[in-house]
Each structure stands twice: as structure tokens, then as C-alpha cells.
């Protein structure tokens, strides 16, 4: 296969131009904001799920920890087969395709006012299904990175790709909030309810849309042919292949264990700080989305920085002084206070946010045996060890402010799992040294 060809290049960044409205729009902004005020009633967050009640914050955490729970169990079996099979390109299809429908379905959940429990036991399992297409699509995603680029254009093309995530995500948020707003003050003629489920239709269409032109122009699968069962017991003998090769590798291992802590703390701040913005800084919604936009275009600027100094000192120092900020967010974020200092403490989130995602695919990517080929495998290793930290940190969260009934609390969980983090990180060479050994 031929790399670095740039109309390749530009269809697989555009990937991330395509879903990260998802995780802008749908995680982010407008539906856990929507989520809140739908299952409120009479000032009282508490909520009734099959049966069960339960404050409405902590449901939305638990739902995110289930969605990256099926993910983290399917990866590895999924890749394996797809690796085997040859079908990379159509099993990211599959779940792309899927997340976009679920975000697209969400359009249904009812509208803030009019109460209905049965509506909460039908959108949270819509939201998990949409959760899984976003996170199932992702580790075909950056497993085609090594496949299409010399290890040169890593850095730079990851934080590219995360870029346009960034940028395209925004446009459509401002687009769907300027459709909110207009709702709110009456200039249209639907209500604030109808326009936040508008856009989750539009998410929807947006990630359809986008998608499928990078499916049209990433390397088309190679399909092997193979009998009966054999695309399953092949991807199960594939995955404990490529398990074995990556426990002959120190620094990779070494590697995974530091992202599995370090992540476990991004991830939980970008998936539950709106909650933490409204429940204890009393963040107004109008507030939160500028807030929103602004962790999202500086983290633009973020991606770029990390790129030019790992450039300069090697990718582990570089993920290194982003984790010490992160630790620095999480003691200021214990004693933050609204105005000010809280807009501040967003544009460092958006910075370092931005920065350590690139940086840790293109450290990955780096730290994989030359000349791999089946690297949807490799890469489920990288999405499991994402999907478990994420799964235990929304859960850890959510625990914590269930026992506590105090969010401040988790920072100190969240400070923790940095330095776990920090410590492992740093004992990995800057520098690659290309030893199968290691």
C-alpha cells in the first residue's frame, strides 16, 4: 500500500471531522444538559430507570461507563476478526453507521415538561448504543494510521485529525445552539426541548454524511475468504498472537499501563465536567457553552504545541509535562470558584486536553513493531485499555459523589490517577529505540 498519499491522508482526518460532534453535541453540550432537565421534576434530580430511582447525574455516569464496558469487551474479539477477515474498512462502517442512526433516534426522547419514566428506559439504552458506534468506529480509525503514513507524519497528521474534530464539531454546536437560543427567545416556532432534538438528528446526519466520504477514500478492505467458523476461531487465535508479541514488549506495555491511569483522568473530566460545572459552580447554561467553545478551539491550538514539542524533546516528555498540568487542573479545580477563574481553568483544559489525545495515538502508533500490518489487533490493545479507564473513571466518579454527595471530591480521585500516571511515563525513553525486545 502506498503512503502518505495526501487524498488518503485527508480522508482519514476528515474521519475526526466527522464523529467528534458526537462527542461535542451529544456527551458534551447539549444532551447531558437536556438529559438533566428531562428527567427533573419539581426541582428533585431524581429520577425513576427500570424500576429504580436515582439521582440524574449519576444515571448519565453510569450509562457512559456501560457503553464503554461493551465496547471495551467487543474491541479486541471485533478487531481480531476484522484483522483476519480483512474486512478493516466495513466493521468501522458498521459502527459508525450504527452511532449515527442511535444519535439520529434520539430525536424521540421527550421534550423537558411532561414526565415519562418509560421515555428515560428508552433514551439512556439509545445513548449507550450511540456511545458503542462512536467508540466501536474509533479503534478501526487510528488503527489505519500506521497504514497509511511513515512514522515521520504521525505526530503531525494525529494532531491534524484531531483539529478538523475540533473544528468541525464547534461549527455545528454554534449552529445548533444559535437554533436553541432562537427557540428560547421565541424567534422560531418550536420550543427550546424541539431545537436541543433537532440536533442530535443533526449530529446524526452530520457524522452519516462525513463519514462516508472517508469510507470512500481509505484503503478498501482486502476480504479473505474463510470457511464455516473460521473468522471467529481465527480472530480469537489473532488475538492471542498479537497478545503475546505485545507482552514481549516493555516499553509498549509500560506504555499501555501509563495510559490506562493518565486517560482514566482526561477521560472523566471531558465526559463529566458539565455535570461538575452545573452542580457545583452553578454554571448557567448560556456560561457552559461558552465555556464548551472555548475548552474546544484552544484545544486546536493545544494539539499543534504538543506536536512541536514532542518534536523537540520526544513524545514521552512531552506527554509527560501534559500530565503535570493536568495534576495542576486538578488542585485548582478543587478550589475553583465561578467567573474568572473558571474560564481560565477551561482554556488549560482545552489546551492540554487537545494535546495529550494526539500525542498518545502517535506515541502508540511509534511504539508498534515495524512493519506490522494487522494493526486493527494492536490497536484494540490501545481502545480496550481507553475504554476500561473510562469505564472506571465515570464510575468512580459517579461513586464518589453517590457516597460523598460532594463533586469536589473526585478531583482528588482524578490527582491520583495523574501521578500513577506520571510516574510510569516517565520511565520511558523520549527517544524510540527501534529493539523488538523492548
Not at 444532551?31 to 439521582?55: K, Q
Request: proline share 3%; net charge positive.
Amino acid at each position: 500500500m502506498e503512503k502518505n498519499n495526501p487524498k488518503v491522508l485527508n480522508g482519514w482526518c476528515m474521519y475526526d471531522w466527522a464523529n467528534s460532534v458526537f462527542s461535542l453535541t451529544i456527551t458534551t453540550a447539549v444532551f447531558p444538559e437536556y438529559f438533566l432537565s428531562a428527567t427533573e421534576a419539581d426541582g428533585s434530580p431524581m429520577t425513576m430507570f427500570w424500576g429504580y430511582e436515582v439521582a440524574n447525574s449519576v444515571l448519565y455516569s453510569y450509562a457512559v461507563s456501560v457503553s464503554f464496558l461493551i465496547a471495551a469487551i467487543l474491541s479486541p474479539i471485533s478487531t481480531s476478526i476484522a484483522d483476519v477477515a480483512g474486512r478493516k474498512k466495513m466493521f468501522m462502517a458498521l459502527f459508525a453507521y450504527m452511532g449515527s442512526a442511535a444519535c439520529a433516534l434520539l430525536y424521540f426522547f421527550k421534550s423537558p415538561g411532561a414526565k415519562i419514566d418509560a421515555d428515560v428506559d428508552w433514551a439512556i439504552p439509545t445513548f449507550i448504543i450511540a456511545s458503542l458506534g462512536y467508540s466501536g468506529s474509533i479503534v478501526y480509525y487510528n488503527s489505519f494510521l500506521p497504514d497509511i503514513a511513515t512514522e515521520d507524519r504521525f505526530d503531525s497528521l494525529s494532531a491534524k485529525g484531531f483539529s478538523l474534530g475540533y473544528i468541525g464539531s464547534v461549527l455545528l454546536l454554534v449552529v445548533n445552539i444559535g437554533m436553541i437560543l432562537a427557540a428560547k427567545y421565541e424567534l422560531i416556532g418550536i420550543t427550546q426541548g424541539e431545537a436541543a432534538r433537532i440536533s442530535f438528528l443533526t449530529v446524526g446526519v452530520w457524522w452519516f454524511v462525513f463519514a462516508t466520504y472517508s469510507f470512500s477514500q481509505l484503503p478498501k478492505d482486502k476480504p479473505v475468504l474463510l470457511k464455516g467458523w473460521g473468522w471467529l476461531s481465527g480472530g480469537f487465535r489473532e488475538l492471542k498472537a498479537i497478545s503475546d508479541k505485545i507482552g514481549m514488549r516493555k516499553l509498549l506495555k509500560r506504555f499501555l499501563i501509563s495510559f490506562f491511569f493518565y486517560n482514566m483522568g482526561v477521560q472523566t473530566v471531558m465526559y463529566l465536567a458539565p455535570l461538575f460545572a452545573k452542580e457545583v459552580i452553578k454554571i448557567e447554561s448560556a456560561e457552559l457553552i461558552a465555556t464548551i467553545l472555548i475548552i474546544q478551539l484552544v484545544a486546536i491550538l493545544g494539539a499543534y504545541c504538543f506536536n512541536k514539542v514532542s518534536a523537540r524533546f520526544g513524545n514521552t516528555r512531552a506527554l509527560a509535562y501534559g500530565i503535570v498540568v493536568w495534576l495542576l487542573i486538578c488542585v485548582s479545580g478543587y478550589f475553583v470558584q465561578k467567573g474568572f477563574s473558571f474560564f481560565a481553568l477551561a482554556g488549560a483544559i482545552g489546551f492540554v486536553m487537545g494535546g495529550i489525545q494526539s500525542l498518545s495515538r502517535a506515541t502508540y502508533s511509534k511504539l508498534l513493531p515495524d512493519g506490522v500490518e494487522k494493526t486493527a489487533s494492536y490497536f484494540s490493545f490501545y481502545d480496550v485499555t481507553e475504554k476500561i479507564s473510562i469505564v472506571l473513571g465515570t464510575f468512580l466518579f459517579g461513586l464518589i459523589r453517590h457516597i460523598t454527595g460532594d463533586m469536589r471530591n473526585t478531583l482528588l480521585m482524578l490527582g491520583v490517577l495523574f501521578i500513577i500516571g506520571l510516574i510510569i511515563i516517565l520511565t520511558i525513553p523520549s527517544k524510540k529505540v527501534y529493539v523488538d525486545s523492548q
